[in-house]
């Protein structure tokens, strides 16, 4: 996709801006007097609050597929989304590097943009090989031994990411009690209106049944079919981080879990492709520990609820101007898809 | 004889769009022309069903006591929720249900959860 219209003289000037930049990086470092060229610069997409790029690096004779994410040219910071809390780009850069420091497939983190280098504010890392599109993964023949082992990877991977030391973590991660979301979400339902009776009994719910003994630690957030690249043997990198935070480690296995995500394919609760057993196996294999069934459902629900609100919110950047797009009226009328994924969700449980 | 009914006619600019300008386009616009022609059926499906849904929603405002205009009704009924000024009973549950499958037959009649919910409730 590419939103707008890019003047090849841009894309000219940034891709030399970007061949600068990435001179200062530690991998040119390690190859003095290289030449450093940037070629293919081409955009992939991008709303109100984020641009990501493809690009190829040309550095001596290597040469090496990059990704750049950035705010919107101008901007400083993110703007509309404050409902999802996303991280600052270095931010998300500093998670990223720890992630893949502990273990977790990841990107690798090439140059954070410093403003000196009059790119704006982001980073750039290494663009992986896989599939990230959810049908094709749930499809495709050549992933059909992929299916059988991806929920057990995601529980193990998942169990990395929560093992992360809090103590390493970048400062700027969201900290906040389930009470304190809840509000949050409450706050999101009013100034929408509180049209919707579902979402609003969902949240009721979500406040009355809190898990005890919840455990503390780094939440992926958006982990989900969709946000990991995928090759014939499952997993090669866990993308989009910038929806991480500190919180209840059983939060991003319900996430996995949410029907929205399952793509179609309802009777595979794990993104689709696998079921619950497989996914808290895998959990269990790493930590020891097995999170409660109920628990899972728990946060499953929420974020079927949370699903809701982002449609909502995101409709509501189109009526309010910041983002016009067509997409962003028609994602309203995916509310009713966190409504029904509720009721299921609540049917015997109320 | 009558005329073109208004769902008829956005039901074949949807499929025009779909048949032959997703096809002839690429890239962005192939994808939006995808959004476009899924918006269209909405509309149709809207069209359609609308006046069942309003009629959800009117015997749902004599059923609570809630004096308000049918859009306003499911508002009306979230905020009461809200405060816990209603009780969640089969009757409330039942008209969320008929309500949401109501949406669903409107927004997108092939998700999966609304298949199971059929399954479930009707």
Redesign the interface.
């Known amino acids: ?3 707008g219209v890019i003047m090849t003289t841009d894309i000219d000037e940034m891709s030399e801006l970007l061949a600068l930049a990435l001179q200062r990086s530690d991998r040119a470092e390690a190859c003095i007097g290289q030449a450093s060229r940037v070629d293919k610069l081409k955009r992939l997409s991008g709303g109100a609050n984020m641009e990501t790029w493809a690009l190829d690096w040309q550095l001596g004779e290597q040469r090496i597929p990059l990704i750049l994410r950035r705010l919107p040219s101008g901007k400083s910071e993110s703007a509309g989304l404050d409902v999802f809390g996303q991280l600052e780009l270095p931010t998300e850069a500093k998670l990223v590097q720890l992630a893949g420091q502990h273990g977790v497939a990841v990107a690798d983190v090439v140059l954070v943009l410093s403003p000196e280098q009059d790119l704006g504010v982001g980073y750039l890392m290494t663009r992986e090989q896989g599939e990230a599109l959810p049908k094709r993964i749930l499809k495709d023949e050549k992933f059909a031994l992929a299916r059988q082992k991806l929920a057990g990877q995601c529980g193990e991977i998942l169990a990395r990411i929560h093992q992360l030391p809090l103590d390493d973590l970048p400062s700027g991660l969201s900290d906040r009690t389930v009470d304190q979301r809840l509000e949050g979400m ?1 706050a999101s ?1 009013d100034r929408y ?9 969902g949240l ?1 719910w979500l406040r009355e049944h809190q898990p005890g003994n919840s455990r503390r630690c780094l939440v992926h957030g958006d982990f989900r079919n969709g946000n990991l690249l995928v090759d014939e043997n499952g997993v090669t990198a866990v993308l989009d981080w910038e929806l991480a935070h500190i919180g209840d480690p059983v939060e991003d296995l319900g996430y996995i879990c949410a ?2 995500w ?1 793509f ?3 009777d595979k609760p794990v993104g689709g492709f696998g079921d619950y057993r497989q996914l808290l196996d895998g959990y269990e294999s790493v930590t020891g520990y097995r999170p409660d069934m109920e628990a899972v459902i728990y946060w499953e629900a929420y974020a079927a609820l949370s699903w809701g609100l982002v449609c909502q919110s995101m409709l509501e950047m189109y009526r309010n101007g910041l983002d016009r797009s ?2 962003r ?2 994602i309203g ?2 509310m ?2 966190a ?3 509720l ?2 969700l609540l ?1 015997g449980r ?1 | 004889m009558s005329e073109t009914k208004a769902s008829e006619l956005v039901m074949a600019i949807s499929d025009f769009l779909r048949d032959r300008i997703v096809p002839a386009v690429e ?2 616009n192939a ?2 022309a995808r ?2 022609a ?2 269209l059926k ?1 509309v149709a499906r809207e069209l359609d069903l609308k006046p069942e849904l309003e009629a959800l929603d009117e015997q749902a405002g004599k059923t609570f006591g809630i004096n308000a205009q049918a859009d306003e009704i ?2 009306q ?3 009461l ?2 405060d ?1 000024a209603i009780e ?1 009973d089969d009757t409330l ?1 039942h008209y ?2 008929q309500r ?2 109501k ?2 037959e ?3 009649p092939k ?7 059929l399954k ?1 409730w009707q």
């Not at chain 1, 209106?193 to 009994?201: D, E, H, I, R």
């Not at chain 2, 998700?111 to 919910?117: M, T």
């Open positions: 996709m590419s939103n409450q339902l209106g509180n049209s919707s009776p579902v979402l609003q009994l009721n029907n929205v399952r179609g394919n309802i067509m997409e009226a028609a009328r995916r009713s898809e409504e029904i994924d009721l299921l049917d109320l | 890239g962005f994808y939006n959004v476009a899924n918006g909405i499911a508002m009924l979230s905020l929720i809200k816990g969640i549950l969320l249900r949401t499958l949406r669903m409107i927004d997108n998700y999966s959860g609304y298949r199971e919910a479930r």
